[in-house]
């Protein structure tokens, strides 16, 4: 059984931080690459943040760029996000995403709040 365990959202000040985290069972981790997407109230959901399989490429959305940085660990079956100098704009559901490298399997992470409010 696929199942994704999110954790790390909460309650943060502006310019605070967070650190995401995104534990995967039930699949081949290193086969897949890994994303971070978010969808605020009345929007759509969008990208934050991808890395690949083997964490050779990774791709920012422009509005993370230099405040977020995504990584992953294999032996661990988890990908993360930390998150520094977070703006209220930053609030939304965060989810993470797997793709499979070979193959069109995707699965989706069940989202974690981040809110960024004094």
């Known amino acids: 059984q696929v199942q994704f365990v999110e954790s790390g959202g909460g309650l943060v000040q502006p310019g605070g931080s967070l650190r995401l985290s995104c534990a995967a069972f039930?699949?081949?981790?290193?086969?897949?690459?890994m994303g971070w997407y978010r969808q605020a109230p009345g929007k759509e959901r969008e990208l934050v943040a991808r890395?690949?399989?083997?964490?050779?490429?990774?791709n920012y959305a422009d509005f993370v760029k230099g405040r977020f940085t995504i990584s992953r660990d294999n032996a661990k079956n988890t990908v993360y996000l930390q998150m520094n100098s977070l703006k209220p704009e930053d609030t939304a559901v965060y989810y993470c995403?797997?793709?499979?490298?070979?193959?069109?399997?995707?699965?989706w992470g069940q989202g974690t709040q981040v809110t960024v409010s004094s």
């Open positions: 995403r797997a793709d499979q490298n070979v193959g069109v399997r995707s699965y």
């Open positions: 039930g699949i081949t981790f290193s086969g897949y690459a």
């Open positions: 890395i690949t399989s083997g964490g050779g490429r990774i």
